[in-house]
């Protein structure tokens, strides 16, 4: 079956700090990958995505490439903010049973 | 609009209230999705809806009932629930089923005492 499978939390940075937050699967098929943050006290918002071997996806100065080779997509940025401080999860997708699967999720914390 | 909406935002009820959570999009989108999220867990599956019919349910139990009465409505009916039910529970939509990207609301937080 489908899984992700995360690194270990929390995680605490200081302000400008480099971030990488590792995430390798194990997928039927050609999964579509997916980071989610969900900041304190709201829903899931689609951070960014790859659905194809090599593809990188970027936003908000994130960015993750999907890596066939190793079944791997880490999330890294070059400065976090404080404002970057929330619960992160990978997640895949495949139209084998037409679901989102999850990885635990990570708490980032990021200090003034 | 590329919103999801969701009400009540938070919600209190007694274990023999009948209660109902209602979930909105206007995208066009003809998947919509419940989902179930406890404290410093990832989402948990429990319904999806296609083109309005019930396409999985996740073997949850019968006191939760969806209900979509239109390509924009989702609503979860609540029963007789036990106070382990007490989570926030997540509303999603994407074009369809087979398309991956869902978007979430800002979910219910709900309290069974």
């Known amino acids: 079956g489908n899984s992700v499978t995360q690194m270990e939390g929390p995680v605490t940075l200081s302000e400008e700090a480099f971030l990488t937050i590792n995430c390798t699967y194990t997928a039927t098929g050609y999964p579509s990958l997916f980071w989610y943050v969900q900041y304190p006290g709201e829903g899931l918002q689609l951070l960014l995505k790859?659905?194809?071997?090599?593809d990188k996806g970027s936003n908000k100065g994130f960015e993750a490439t999907y890596r066939k080779e190793t079944t791997s997509f880490h999330l890294e940025k070059g400065s976090v903010q404080v404002s970057d401080s929330a619960v992160y999860f990978c997640a895949l997708f495949t139209g084998a049973n037409s679901k989102l699967t999850f990885g635990k999720g990570i708490t980032l914390s990021v200090r003034p | 609009d590329t919103e999801v909406t969701q009400t009540p935002k938070h919600l209190v009820m007694g274990m023999t209230n009948k209660k109902s959570l209602k979930c909105e999009q206007h995208m066009g989108h003809r998947a919509m999705y419940w989902y179930k999220q406890k404290a410093k867990k990832p989402p948990e599956l429990m319904f999806v809806y296609s083109y309005e019919k019930l396409s999985i349910n996740e073997s949850v139990p019968s006191r939760f009932s969806p209900e979509c009465p239109n390509s924009s409505l989702l609503n979860l009916h609540l029963h007789a629930l036990q106070p382990e039910d007490s989570a926030l529970y997540l509303c999603a939509s994407s074009q369809e089923v087979s398309r991956h990207e869902q978007f979430f609301g800002p979910g219910t937080r709900l309290t069974v005492l």
């Open positions: 790859a659905t194809k071997a090599d």
